[in-house]
């Protein structure tokens, strides 16, 4: 049996080097491929066909017009070549330039959040990004980025989340579930009830006219004017998207209620009846968001006088209670 031919024998050392330096520069082009080119061709030009089938079809295509033996021989005359080095060494400063240009963040939806709704922002760029149970992923690049980048992430829906700043890295993709636990707000809300000589309010199917309540909030400096009054829960302490969903949670927190309406000697079936007309459809204003140690001072106008009633906010749902001017 005739000995074996050493490998480099058999090929020659350029055809060894030239396949050492192609299978790296074909693999750093591919990861930069997939990594940041990838999900947008996908999207935007395969209709979700993946870029991978796409490209194996293509391949499969175009080697049935070529004898394997004949392909085989004109990569291997390729690999011989003198000039193919110098080309395969051209290209790999063109690779390293892409990956220290490009910034690209994946985006995926928490699990058990219906949609998503983001806008991007990366330099003067913006992006909206939406993603639902099917659609549960999406890509934001940068290309040609040669300063640093930070992306900026706002979360529009679902409310009640701060925006975040994410530095990107060059090359390397960054991660990030939105929307993020680590963003949730913090909220103070004030809720303020009718009580004592406004329970005439109760049963009223609009709010009475002839009276006006005036929210004097910090971080404006008019007061907010409210017109009109039933007998309703009035919520403020956030926008009014944020206080949309936190005025469910906050359904809950009746103890309070129920103790300060006990003191008065209401009977228990009537103090359901309240709570119920007071926080089955309250009334939401829009305010800038408060904070522990914030004051809120509420002012309710009648034809009779006005009446005053200040709440100091420290928790998650603080209570106040408006009261009518006396006859």
Avoid at 136 to 144: D, G, I, P, R, T
Avoid at 221 to 247: N, T, V, W
Avoid at 254 to 259: F, Q
Wanted: proline share 6%; no cysteine; aromatic share 10%.
């Amino acid at each position: 049996m005739a000995d074996a031919v050493p490998f480099r024998e058999k090929y020659g050392s350029r055809f060894v080097a030239n396949a050492a330096l192609l299978t790296v520069v074909w693999a750093l082009a591919w990861l930069w491929f997939t990594a940041h080119v990838k999900p947008h061709t996908s999207t935007f030009i395969f209709s979700g066909v993946s870029v991978a089938t796409f490209a194996g079809v293509a391949a499969a295509v175009f080697g049935s017009f070529f004898e394997k033996g004949e392909a085989m021989n004109v990569v291997t005359r390729l690999l011989k070549s003198k000039r193919f080095t110098p080309a395969l060494i051209v290209v790999l400063p063109l690779i390293v330039f892409a990956y220290l240009t490009t910034f690209t963040l994946y985006l995926t939806a928490a699990d058990g959040v219906g949609g998503v709704r983001l806008n991007v922002k990366g330099g003067t760029s913006a992006t909206p990004v939406e993603l639902s149970a099917v659609e549960k992923q999406k890509a934001v690049s940068y290309f040609f980025a040669f300063r640093p980048v930070t992306a900026h992430i706002e979360t529009l829906a679902p409310s009640g989340f701060n925006a975040r700043d994410l530095p990107l890295r060059r090359g390397i993709p960054a991660q990030l579930t939105v929307p993020d636990a680590a963003s949730q707000k913090s909220f103070h809300l004030v809720r303020l009830m009718p009580l004592d000589n406004l329970f005439h309010l109760r049963g009223r199917k609009e709010p009475d006219p002839r009276y006006v309540v005036r929210l004097f909030v910090p971080g404006r400096r008019d007061p907010i004017e409210h017109p009109g009054l039933a007998f309703h829960a009035i919520y403020l302490g956030a926008s009014l998207a944020d206080l949309q969903s936190q005025a469910k949670g906050a359904r809950a927190a009746i103890a309070d209620l129920r103790e300060r309406l006990g003191a008065m000697e209401i009977p228990a079936e009537q103090i359901d009846a309240i709570l119920t007309e007071w926080l089955d459809n309250p009334e939401l204003v829009a305010t800038p968001e408060l904070h522990a140690g914030d004051r809120v001072r509420v002012v309710v106008e009648s034809p009779t006088g006005k009446t005053e009633t200040t709440v100091k906010v420290g928790a998650s749902v603080n209570d106040g209670f408006l009261q009518g001017a006396e006859q």
